[in-house]
């Protein structure tokens, strides 16, 4: 699926009780939970199918394999993600404006993707046949270093090593998919996404008294 479509699956998905899912979409959640609690390695199909209570064949009749559920999960954790980092990469706007932008959706995006993705490791891109996603997490990395370096040029960033804020970015996100997918209250969770999304924009920016001001202005707010 394309970016596009895949977001507006997931809408749907939000919006559909999950004993009214697909069988395939079932599938998908499942082998999220039993990846992120088993490993990849750990969690066998026939683990999935008695977790979504179908037969090992029946799994069959929907993905060829683990490996096929592997590639459709890594769509959920890149594609879309990958998508979005370039097209806010590439707004006319202050590098501020589109650093909380992106912020704003991934943490947005984990907070409600109603599929586990927590297992989907970085390590897991050594896989074989898994050069497409490698390719996409590059990219993904380009377009958030495009907007630090383009901060920094500006002057409205200190110089910051894009590596570590996007290490940064990676552990917070994944934080809070883990927390969406443990039942965690939506307090909780509005919490996190705002103190993690200060941290970050406080300790890029040059002067980091205008945190509050950018934040406001980039989601169209007036302080």
């Known amino acids: 699926m394309t970016p596009d479509q895949l977001s507006a699956h997931v809408a749907t998905l939000r919006a559909t ?9 079932r599938i998908l959640r499942e082998a999220g939970h039993l990846i992120a609690t088993k490993g990849y390695h750990g969690a066998s199909t026939r683990d999935i199918a008695n977790a ?8 069959f009749n929907h993905f060829a394999n683990k ?3 592997l590639m459709t999960l890594m769509e959920y954790e890149l594609t879309v993600a990958t998508a979005r980092a370039e097209d806010f990469a590439a707004q006319d706007a202050p590098a501020a404006t589109r650093l909380v932008r992106y912020i704003d959706w991934d943490f947005e995006w984990y907070a409600t993707l109603p599929i586990d993705l927590c297992g989907m490791k970085e390590e897991l891109l050594d896989e074989p046949g898994l050069e497409h996603f490698r390719d996409e997490f590059e990219r993904w990395r380009v377009a958030i270093t495009h907007i630090l370096r383009d901060g920094v040029e500006s ?8 590596g570590v804020v996007i290490n940064t970015l990676i552990a917070v996100s994944w934080e809070i998919d883990r927390r969406a997918n443990r039942e965690h209250t939506g307090a909780e969770l509005a919490r996190l996404r705002s103190d993690a999304l200060e941290f970050l924009l406080r300790g890029t920016l040059r002067n980091a008294d205008d945190t509050d001001r950018i934040i406001a202005a980039a989601r169209g707010l007036t302080v």
Do not use: C, M
Request: aromatic share 10%; hydrophobic share 30%.
């Open 17 to 25: 009780p999950t004993d009214k899912w697909s069988t395939r979409d």
């Open 52 to 59: 979504v209570g179908i037969s090992q064949p029946s799994l």
């Open 67 to 69: 490996h096929a559920i």
């Open 155 to 162: 002057g409205e960033f200190h110089y910051v090593n894009p």
